[in-house]
C-alpha cells in the first residue's frame, strides 16, 4: 500500500509555471504507474498526464501536451509535473494517482487507479 500527498498548487497567472509534486509513503513510487488527473467544478475527473513503471513511457492530454512534463524522482520517492505556459483552463484541483500493474511499460489514462492522493488546488488567472 502507498500514501500520496501532492502539494505545490497555488494561485498563478495565466502564462506562468508550477511544479506539482507528489510525495509517496509506504511504497517505492517504482512500484507503480502513476499519473496526474484534474478535475475542474462542474466537470469530470480527466486524466492529464501519465508514468509508466519502468519510468520509461509517458502520456500526456492533448491539452496539455508540450507544457506539462510528468517525471519521477527515485531517492525522493516523488513524482512531478512541472506546469508551464498556464492557462485559465488549467484551473482545477489536481491529483496524483498510483496503481499496480504488471506492464512496466504500459501508461493509463483511465481513472481505475488503486491509489490517490487527496489533491492541491491549481488557479491560473489570466
Known amino acids: 500500500q502507498v500514501q500520496l500527498v501532492e502539494s505545490g498548487g497555488g494561485l498563478v497567472q495565466a502564462g506562468g509555471s508550477l511544479r506539482l509534486s507528489c510525495a509517496a509513503s509506504g511504497r517505492t513510487v517504482s512500484t507503480y504507474a502513476m499519473g496526474w488527473f484534474r478535475q475542474a467544478p462542474g466537470k469530470e475527473r480527466e486524466s492529464v498526464a501519465a508514468?509508466?513503471?519502468?519510468?520509461?513511457?509517458?502520456y500526456y492530454a492533448d491539452s496539455v501536451k508540450g507544457r506539462f512534463t510528468i517525471s519521477r524522482d527515485n531517492a525522493k520517492n516523488t513524482v512531478y509535473l512541472q506546469m508551464n505556459s498556464l492557462k485559465p483552463e488549467d484551473t482545477a484541483v489536481y491529483y496524483c494517482a498510483a496503481r499496480w500493474t504488471y506492464s512496466s511499460g504500459g501508461t493509463y489514462r483511465d481513472p481505475e487507479y488503486t491509489y490517490w492522493g487527496q489533491g492541491t488546488q491549481v488557479t491560473v488567472s489570466s
Open positions: 508514468l509508466s513503471r519502468s519510468g520509461a513511457n509517458t
